[in-house]
């Protein structure tokens, strides 16, 4: 299955856009993000997707402090991008999650991590990152399953506006530094490919 765009009407308010997203029934194990003012359904990640993301999390828990959490489904907004995602991984001040609502601020996130599923790669190239950049996200870090020549990985950083400056480009298989404050080694040699 493919993701969905089930909501897109180009005059409506972030705050219709969020209404819509919070008061509709939607099916079971969905990822239901807004990206650029559409709202979209993906379906569940397939299990490699899901190895991936595990190996990362792991490594990243003997990497950040006590007051940082690091959620995999937790929903960050950007209302100038009219957007709302939903991470593979986020870290996080756990301060941030703290209390009511469904989402923080995306401005709160100082690593996101997403892992392409062929059936939204495109989001993850192109509009996710642009919203992670305008809403000052340090650091993004994308693993790409699906990429045109082979898996490979990327992180991102420095964002200026809605652009970020390549940190690392490289092939699934190499090593990769996470700068400070991580100051992490990420071997992708073990991740799972297709």
């Known amino acids: 299955m493919s993701a969905l765009t089930v909501y897109h009407e180009p005059e409506r308010s972030w705050d219709d856009l969020v209404r819509f997203r919070e008061e509709t029934q939607w099916p079971e194990g969905g990822k239901v993000e807004i990206i650029e ?12 997707h899901n190895l991936i993301a595990d190996a990362v999390q792991r490594r990243l828990c003997s990497a950040i402090p006590e007051d ?37 601020p995306a401005a709160a996130a100082e690593l996101v991590v997403e892992v392409t599923s062929k059936s939204d ?7 996710k990152p642009a919203a992670y950049a305008a809403a000052g996200i ?41 700068p400070d404050p991580f100051g992490l080694k990420l071997d992708t040699s073990v991740f799972p490919v297709h």
């Open 138 to 178: 340090p650091l993004y870090l994308l693993i790409d399953r699906w990429a045109p020549g082979g898996p490979t990985v990327t992180l991102y950083g420095e964002p200026r506006g809605d652009v970020y400056r390549v940190l690392h480009a490289g092939k699934l298989g190499e090593q990769i530094v996470l």
């Open 121 to 127: 790669a495109q989001h993850d190239r192109i509009g």
């Open 68 to 104: 940082r959490g690091i959620f995999q489904t937790l929903s960050i907004a950007v209302p100038s991008r009219l957007g709302m995602s939903i991470p593979d991984l986020v870290v996080v001040p756990t301060a941030e999650v703290d209390g009511p609502g469904t989402y923080i």
């Open 37 to 48: 003012g559409v709202v979209t359904v993906s379906p569940t990640p397939a299990n490699q």
